[in-house]
């Protein structure tokens, strides 16, 4: 049985670009996982294994692969640093202790590394941090350091310098340990000990000593045998770490994952300095605690779910408590139903290592769960509970798609699902309206990588369209109208006759019918069909064939024949009477208008709220929210169609949205011509309509 203790379990995380692929891969190089240095350039990497990630070097789902090292197994999390597919990394960190933050040393911090970081704090997660590609040209670790300490503050403290610069890049200075690692020139990660260079001696004082400093003042004992004395080697070893595991510090290291330069120091402050799964606090789950102890009930949480073409479903998951064993009966909490779990095994990437057992701390899988998706809770049936597990983003782009052929239709439902169990973060669901399938992602990039797995992985092949617009037709003024129906083509004939008043109700209303017949105009038998009459015909309006709302009709009077008359004889003449008193009672267009919220860095607010007037949107206020600002405003959806990629490039994709459906307002006249027009080119009204 693994001892918890010797368990480290870490995600990287960060921007786009910065190397967490990479230097996942150098881990498993120079631990001996592989054998060779397996590189995103030549798409063989351990943790991006899916063809789409291959094919666009870039993570898009988080990856599990693990080592060991100094007697510790270390399970490695590898998650996107995309902002299309940040739940993604969301959700991964809700299994690990702590985060691995890597930052490119010629950008700097980034927006994800921002937004990262933001959820690590949430979530209490130790951290390092890695400033990577330290190889490359114009790249400098002190600029890199100082873009940190701006963004995170003085927490941020270096534990290690580099030796050499850019091509010269060839070593750490470990400020703890006080020795210099030169790594060989191979990509092999192994290294030389020697003593810290002259010429960096000077640097190297005065970065320890504030690495001290900072050490010295997390603790009061440590801050008077500072103030007395230096600190020992092993007090300050020991004073690091439980500044690490409080959040008091945030260790910052040099490396190159690209040339394996670094990987052994990680390593090393891996074990070091973040905690253990027996050093995480107890999770609280309304009245329980649920403690990282192998003698506890089993909680296990399902993080990711991979669809495997000859395993099936593989669920991905941390134990935060008891142990698991293959063969197993557990409760699904979330979805009260009971799972039997066949095996167990480790996950190298896509490759599967068999397990006998996983106990608390651990990341396993296991196959072919029947009624098991990501953000499950398995568990003891003896104590049952939903572990947390973060919201799922709302969709920020739809798209209306429609399959290219008669085998795409028959294949996509179930494509669309099975998709859907790997990545949960997007929508797919049909317009009960427009009758249009909208596939909804967390951006442009997300859905073409969805569209591209559809075709790839399920031979299904589809074309992307903007959706339609949920039009609907109202009227503004009032009319008075008869509708006659009246046909004899030999035997019994059909006779309805209705007079009707119609007038505007308040925005939102939808409908009203009033019956005022008196005196038996219309029998009563009769009336009924009136109404489904009208509820049928304002279900395709006069203007350009949308249902009609926020209108009253009055049924005052008409007549009948004792043996002509029926039910669909009065249906279609309250059907002649709608029409033509929608026609003369001023129609109008509305559109829905959604309740926008944007969550922007300060500096661009200006030129967010200029692009949403430029929607036509009316701004209804601002605040701040820590350090960044909320603008609420009404857009109608028409406009926001394209508001993604605009924000994305005002904001350099710092800004954030979310919108929901508001109310209905009138679409402005100029915009109502070119709507008619398009529903007359798309067939929604006919000549005789108009």
């Known amino acids: 049985m693994r001892d918890p203790k010797t368990i480290r379990n870490i995600a990287f995380v960060g921007h786009g670009h910065t190397g967490k692929t990479t230097l996942v891969s150098a881990v498993l190089f120079y631990t001996g996982k592989t054998n ?63 985060g691995v933050v890597m930052v490119d040393a010629a950008s700097g911090v980034e927006v994800q590394t921002e937004r990262a970081w933001e959820i690590l704090d949430r979530l209490g997660l130790p951290r390092l941090v890695v400033v990577n590609k330290l190889d490359r040209e114009n790249t400098d670790f002190f600029s890199a350091l100082e873009s940190l300490k701006e963004s995170f503050g003085r927490k941020i403290v270096p534990i290690a310098l580099p030796l050499g610069k850019e091509k010269d890049f060839k070593g750490i200075v470990d400020l703890v340990k ?48 500072y103030l007395e004395d230096a600190l020992s080697q092993e007090d300050l070893a020991g004073g690091l770490r439980n500044s690490v595991m409080a959040g008091e510090i945030y260790p910052v290291l040099p490396a190159s994952a690209a040339l394996n330069i ?61 142990r698991l064993t293959p063969d197993t009966v557990v409760l699904n909490a979330n979805r009260e139903t009971e799972e039997k779990i066949s095996n167990i095994f480790y996950l190298m990437g896509k490759e599967h290592v068999s397990a006998e057992e996983a106990v608390a701390g651990e990341i396993v899988a296991t196959a072919k769960l029947k009624n098991t998706f990501t953000g499950d809770t398995l568990c003891s049936k003896d104590r049952p509970m939903k572990l947390p597990f973060p919201p799922l983003y709302e969709p920020t782009i739809s798209f209306a798609i429609e399959p ?56 299904v092949e589809v074309l992307l369209k903007t959706p339609k617009i949920p039009y609907r037709e109202t009227i503004k003024g009032t009319a008075d109208v008869q509708g006659k129906y009246k046909k004899q083509t030999g035997g019994r004939g059909q006779y309805g006759d209705v007079k009707i008043k119609m007038e505007p109700l308040p925005r939102g209303e939808d409908f009203e019918f009033v019956d005022q017949i008196f005196g038996g105009a219309i029998p009563k038998n009769f009336i009924p069909a009136v109404e489904k009459g009208i509820q049928e015909a304002r279900k395709k309006g006069v203007l350009a064939g949308y249902p009609t709302v926020d209108f009253r009709v009055i049924l005052y009077d008409g007549s009948y024949h004792p043996v002509d008359s029926s039910d669909l004889a009065f249906q279609i003449a309250a059907s002649m ?10 129609p109008t267009l509305l559109e829905p208008i959604m309740k926008v919220e944007v969550i922007v860095p300060e500096q661009y607010m200006g030129d967010v709220m200029g692009n949403l007037n430029g929607r ?16 609420k405003a ?57």
């Open 36 to 98: 060779r240095f397996l590189k995103v350039d030549q798409g063989n990497t351990i943790t991006d294994f899916d063809p789409e990630e291959i094919e666009r070097k870039i993570t898009i789902s988080t990856a599990v692969a693990f080592t060991d090292f100094e007697g510790h197994r270390i399970n490695l999390i590898d998650t996107p640093g995309f902002p299309n597919f940040f739940w993604e990394t969301e959700a991964a960190l809700y299994a690990a202790d702590a």
């Open 404 to 459: 290219k052929t008669k085998k795409d239709e028959d294949k996509i439902s179930n494509a669309l699902h099975k998709l859907h169990e790997e990545d949960p973060s997007f929508k797919a669901e049909r317009d009960s309206e427009t009758k249009e399938l909208i596939l909804s992602g967390n951006g442009q990039l997300h859905v073409e990588v969805l569209i591209s797995k559809l075709k790839k992985q399920y031979g």
């Open 178 to 225: 006080g020795k210099a690692y030169i790594y060989k020139a191979d990509e092999s990660g192994q290294w030389e000990e020697s003593e810290v260079p002259a010429d960096l001696q000077e640097s190297y004082e005065k970065w320890r000593s504030e690495m001290v400093e900072m050490v010295a003042e997390s603790d009061e004992e440590l801050m008077e045998k």
């Open 262 to 322: 670094g990987t052994w120091n990680l390593l090393s402050a891996v074990v070091e300095l973040l905690p253990s799964p027996a050093e995480r606090p107890p999770i609280r789950v309304e009245d329980l605690e649920i403690k990282p102890d192998v003698d506890e009930p089993l909680a296990t949480l399902v993080f990711k779910t991979l669809s495997d073409p000859f395993a099936g479903r593989i669920s991905i998951m941390r134990v935060f408590s008891g």
């Open 577 to 586: 009477a709608f029409k033509k008193g929608a026609k003369m009672a001023k």
């Open 634 to 690: 009404y857009v109608p959806m028409a406009e926001m169609l394209t508001f993604e990629p605009d924000l994305t490039s005002i904001t350099g994709g710092r800004g954030t949205y979310r919108m929901e459906f508001s109310h209905y307002d009138e679409v402005p006249p100029h915009l109502q011509e070119k709507i008619i027009e398009q529903a007359k080119a798309e067939g929604r009204i006919s000549a005789e309509e108009e």
């Open 616 to 631: 036509r949107g009316r701004i209804l206020g601002t605040e701040m929210r820590g350090k960044k600002a909320v603008i």
